[in-house]
């Protein structure tokens, strides 16, 4: 059985930076210790993560703590979207009820899924029947369990857009999934938007 731990980041500091850039806020900071106090009974075998700053400075203390190599992997970075776009209700069911829209420049939920599951898929080949800890984004992991769930669309994902940190367990036999488990979560909230 391999065993993944996924972890979105916990809440960022939007005002500085840019995307991939973000720092987390004070309490982001604070929370990501909940986190990791969460899980400090597990024993990972590797971790991988989003190059992004807010899910490296996430996991780091799981990172430190356990001594973990720490890889990561561009292809789990969140939706690309440098014009910024819309963060309203209205748009992100957009998104969810069509995976080929976008707005102009922007990557659409198909891509965003398809590079998340290649690297998915590279993990479990690596890492079969260990576990690993992920670091990760909302929108790049409702997209991973969209793919094993078509029941999860726009509203599941409106249901989680404000839990950061999050984290969800999927257990796999090989390729396979066996099960997955919504772990913890901590509800902030996400650029002032509120489901």
């Not at 996924?6 to 005002?15: E, G, I, K, L």
């Not at 700053?53 to 430190?64: A, W």
């Not at 990561?72 to 998104?95: A, K, V």
């Not at 922007?106 to 690596?126: D, H, K, P, V």
Request: aromatic share 10%; with cysteine.
């Amino acid at each position: 059985m391999t065993q993944l731990y996924f972890v979105r980041h916990a809440q960022p500091d939007y005002r500085t930076g840019t995307n991939p850039t973000f720092p987390l806020s004070p309490e982001g900071t604070e929370d990501r210790m909940r986190a990791a106090a969460f899980l400090k009974d597990i024993s990972f075998d590797a971790a991988v993560s989003s190059p992004y700053r807010r899910s490296l400075e996430t996991i780091e203390p799981i990172v430190e703590r356990q001594r973990l190599s720490l890889r990561t992997d561009i292809r789990l970075r969140e939706r690309d979207n440098p014009g910024g776009g819309s963060n309203s209700h209205e748009m992100f069911l957009r998104r969810w009820a069509d995976f080929d829209f976008h707005e102009e420049n922007g990557e659409n939920l198909r891509s965003t899924q398809n590079r998340n599951i290649e690297a998915l898929q590279q993990i479990l080949r690596e890492h079969q029947n260990r576990t690993v800890l992920i670091g990760t984004h909302g929108t790049a992991l409702s997209t991973i369990i969209n793919y094993f769930d078509a029941s999860f669309g726009g509203e599941q994902f409106l249901r989680i857009i404000d839990f950061m940190p999050y984290i969800l367990r999927m257990d796999f036999d090989g390729t396979t999934l066996c099960s997955m488990e919504e772990l913890f979560y901590i509800k902030k909230e996400y650029h002032g938007i509120k489901p």
